[in-house]
C-alpha cells in the first residue's frame, strides 16, 4: 500500500479516513496502520469523545481502576505513535466522486478510498442548572459506567422511557436506593420494565420535573415542580443519572446514503460494513452496548474489513 500522496498544501490522498476520534476511531487507526494502510484519524475536538468525561472507570480490561481522560489520552497517544490524527478538524460533508471520497474539513479537505464513521453518540441533556457544573460529581449519564460508585446510596434517574427503567433496575441491583423521576404522569417505558420496577420497589416520582440539580461540589439533590400542586420541592440525593434518550451523531451517514435504523444509528454487518460500498462504521454510532470495549472491538474489526476491501473488494 502506498503511504498516501501529498497534493498541493492541504489535500492528501488516503487508504482510510476515519472520522472521529474516540476508542472506535482509535482502535480503527492503529489496526490500519499496522495493516500497512496509509489512514489517518480525524477528530473535531481534542478526542476522546464521550469516554473522556467519565470520572471513573473500572469495567475496561487492563485497569481496575481508570479515569476516562487518562485512559482516553493513552489511547491517543498510541494511535499518534502509528499514525496522523488530526484534531480540531471538523468534517463538515463527505462527497464520493467516483471511486474516491471527498472530505471537506473547512480549510483542510482529504481524500480517501475508504471512510470509516466512528461519529459516536451524544446523550441528550436536560438543559437545567447544575447539569454541566456536576458532570462527574454525581451526576453521570450512565448507569452501566457509574452504578458501582453509589452502591448504598440515594440516586434519582431522570426519564419515564425504556433506558430510564432500565438504568433504574440497573442501579437498584447493584445497590443503591432508586427514585425514577418522570415529568408525565405515567412511564412510557414498556408493561414488562413497569412491572419490575414496581417489583423491585423502586420509587416512582410521577408528573415531576426536574427544574436544577442541585449541589456545589457535588450532587446533593433535586429541585422539582410538582405540576399537580404547581408548587417546586427539594429532594436530598447522592447522586443524578439523566436517562432522556441518546442522539447518534449520523448526519453524514444519512448524506452518504447510508441506512439508519428507526433510532437513527448506523445499520452494518458483522464485519462492520454499511450498505454503501467503502463506508464502515464502528462505535456509539452502530448502537448496541455503547461501551469502551465494545467501540475498541467494533473499530478493529472495521479496519481490518476495509483493508481487506482494499485488497480484494469484495464488491466485485
Same mark, same amino acid.
Given at each position: 500500500m502506498k @503511504?498516501?500522496?501529498? $497534493?498541493?498544501?492541504?489535500? /492528501? $490522498?488516503?487508504?482510510l479516513a476515519i472520522i472521529g476520534g474516540g476508542p472506535a476511531g482509535f482502535a480503527a487507526g492503529i489496526y490500519a496502520a499496522r495493516a500497512g494502510l496509509a489512514a489517518m484519524v480525524i477528530e473535531e475536538g481534542y478526542g476522546g469523545g464521550q469516554a473522556s468525561t467519565s470520572p471513573?472507570?473500572? !469495567? +475496561? &480490561?487492563?485497569f481496575e481502576g481508570i479515569s476516562g481522560l487518562e485512559l482516553m489520552e493513552k489511547m491517543k497517544a498510541h494511535a499518534e505513535k502509528n499514525l496522523p $490524527?488530526? =484534531? *480540531? $478538524?471538523?468534517?463538515?460533508?463527505v462527497e464520493k466522486l467516483g471511486e474516491i471520497f471527498h472530505l471537506n474539513c473547512g480549510t483542510k479537505s482529504f481524500r480517501a478510498r475508504a471512510i470509516i464513521l466512528a461519529t459516536g453518540a451524544r446523550y @441528550?441533556? /436536560?438543559?437545567? &442548572?447544575?447539569?454541566?457544573?456536576?458532570? *462527574?460529581?454525581g451526576l453521570s449519564y450512565c448507569a452501566t459506567c457509574d452504578a458501582m460508585f453509589f452502591r448504598g446510596k440515594k440516586v434519582a434517574v431522570i426519564g419515564g422511557g425504556n433506558n430510564g427503567a432500565t438504568e433504574a433496575l440497573h442501579l437498584k441491583h447493584v445497590g443503591a436506593q432508586v427514585s425514577l423521576v418522570h415529568r408525565r404522569?405515567?412511564? %412510557? =417505558?414498556?408493561?414488562a420494565l413497569r412491572d419490575r420496577l414496581v417489583k423491585d420497589g423502586i420509587r416512582l416520582l410521577l408528573n415531576m420535573e426536574t427544574k436544577a440539580i442541585l449541589g456545589e461540589e457535588k450532587v446533593t439533590g433535586l429541585r422539582l415542580l410538582n405540576r399537580r400542586t404547581g408548587k417546586e420541592e427539594e429532594h436530598d440525593f447522592d447522586g443524578v443519572f439523566v436517562s432522556v434518550g441518546v442522539e447518534p451523531n449520523s448526519g453524514l451517514a444519512r448524506s452518504l446514503g447510508v441506512e439508519?435504523? =428507526?433510532? *437513527? +444509528? /448506523?445499520?452494518?454487518? @458483522?464485519?462492520? %460494513?454499511? !450498505?454503501q460500498r467503502m463506508v464502515y462504521a464502528a462505535g456509539d454510532v452502530t448502537g448496541g452496548l455503547r461501551q469502551v470495549v465494545t467501540a475498541c472491538a467494533g473499530g478493529a474489526v472495521a479496519a481490518m474489513s476495509a483493508y481487506e476491501d482494499i485488497r480484494t473488494p469484495y464488491w466485485a
Open positions: @503511504r498516501g500522496i501529498t $497534493v498541493g498544501d492541504e489535500e /492528501i $490522498v488516503l487508504d471513573w472507570m473500572e !469495567n +475496561y &480490561p487492563g $490524527v488530526e =484534531a *480540531g $478538524v471538523h468534517v463538515e460533508s @441528550r441533556k /436536560i438543559n437545567v &442548572p447544575g447539569e454541566g457544573e456536576l458532570l *462527574g460529581r404522569d405515567s412511564l %412510557r =417505558a414498556e408493561k439508519i435504523d =428507526a433510532g *437513527g +444509528y /448506523i445499520k452494518t454487518d @458483522r464485519k462492520m %460494513r454499511t !450498505n
